[in-house]
């Protein structure tokens, strides 16, 4: 559907692993986050999602990792990794 497909992984006990579907969805769901530049998210699979051309990856890493953190997925030491695909 969007031009961008990424790769979105978090790190833990030293291994890079996909993020679960379930985290994606929660982020992508906008009554969440009320953040209409996050509008054009859509998850696809674990650890997939595709984007559209005016989604800022720096700025999606960062609210992600924010609100991962908040739902208790991403623990605090834990980082995420966005990369296109």
């Known amino acids: 559907m969007f031009a961008r497909k990424i790769r ?3 790190e833990a006990d030293g291994h890079q692993l996909p993020c679960p ?3 994606l969805d929660s982020f992508s769901m906008r009554n969440f986050t009320n953040a209409t530049v996050f509008d054009d998210t859509l998850p696809v699979a674990d650890g997939q999602m595709e984007i559209g051309s005016a989604v800022p990856l720096d700025q999606l890493k960062e609210a992600m990792e924010d609100w991962f953190r908040r739902k208790g997925y991403l623990p605090k030491d834990s980082h995420l990794s966005l990369a296109e695909n």
């Open 21 to 23: 579907l379930k985290w």
């Open 8 to 10: 979105v992984e978090y």
